[in-house]
């Protein structure tokens, strides 16, 4: 029963979602249970989360009380989440303190605690960024020369000085690249790896469907 139930709920929704696509939403039987599966997704999503939050609060709070290398980091983050947590969860109406209104706690640790975290966070990540471009652009063959012409090209046309730059040999060389490189090869490429992602997402799914993946109830 453990396994026949969750691969028939499975086996059933997922018909219910492709055939939602070829019927009305609102006046056929399967498009309104399709919207209404959805709302349990959502439903289930919040749950989700809010399981992912009392996980991160448990591991983290055992290694503290272990005593774990690094645990000090541990209590930062478990002060952290109940900074954020328990201020946007209580109701506005007591205090213009508590919500997620503009002036609230919630608000003013976003805006500056968590802000410039995440702009240091991907500050840094530039860094690798360039590291491996430096790796990856060095013109060891004809296909990685193209390619290190064609990255500096666009990495110039995307600031200002070197767009100028650009701008100083004869020819629109600006637009050619937002034609032809940008709208025309990169766009390709972009779309190529999306139709690639969208087949093995249909692959996935098609396997959930008939039970042959059973990888979402923890079996490989």
């Known amino acids: 029963m ?8 499975a086996f059933l929704s ?3 979602m492709v055939l939602a696509f070829f019927f009305n ?8 249970l ?8 959502i439903i289930i999503g919040g749950f989700t989360l809010l399981l992912g939050v009392v996980s991160i609060t448990r591991v983290n709070l055992a290694a503290v009380k272990r005593r774990k290398e690094g645990w000090g980091y541990k209590v930062l983050t478990l002060l952290a989440i109940l900074a954020m947590s328990l201020p946007s969860v ?5 205090s213009s303190l508590f919500g997620r209104s503009d002036g609230s706690i919630y608000d003013w640790l976003f805006i500056n605690l968590q802000m410039p975290m995440m702009a240091t966070m991907f500050a840094t990540l530039a860094f690798y960024i360039a590291s491996a471009a430096y790796r990856a652009f060095r013109a060891r063959s ?3 020369t193209i390619l290190l012409i ?6 110039l046309w995307r600031v200002p000085m070197g767009e100028a730059f650009l701008n100083l040999f004869p020819g629109d060389i600006p637009g050619l690249l937002n034609t032809y490189i940008m709208n025309g090869a990169n766009l390709a490429v972009q779309r190529g790896i999306i139709i690639g992602a969208a087949l093995g997402a249909s692959a996935m799914s098609l396997r959930i469907i008939l039970g042959i993946e059973r990888t ?5």
């Open 2 to 9: 453990r396994t026949t139930a969750p691969v028939a709920i």
């Open 14 to 16: 997922g018909i219910a």
């Open 25 to 32: 939403e609102e006046t056929t039987f399967v498009g309104r």
């Open 34 to 41: 399709s919207n209404e599966l959805l709302n349990w997704l």
């Open 90 to 94: 209580l109701s506005s109406s007591w």
């Open 142 to 144: 004809s296909e990685a």
């Open 150 to 155: 064609t990255a500096t090209l666009v990495m």
């Open 216 to 220: 979402y109830m923890g079996k490989g």
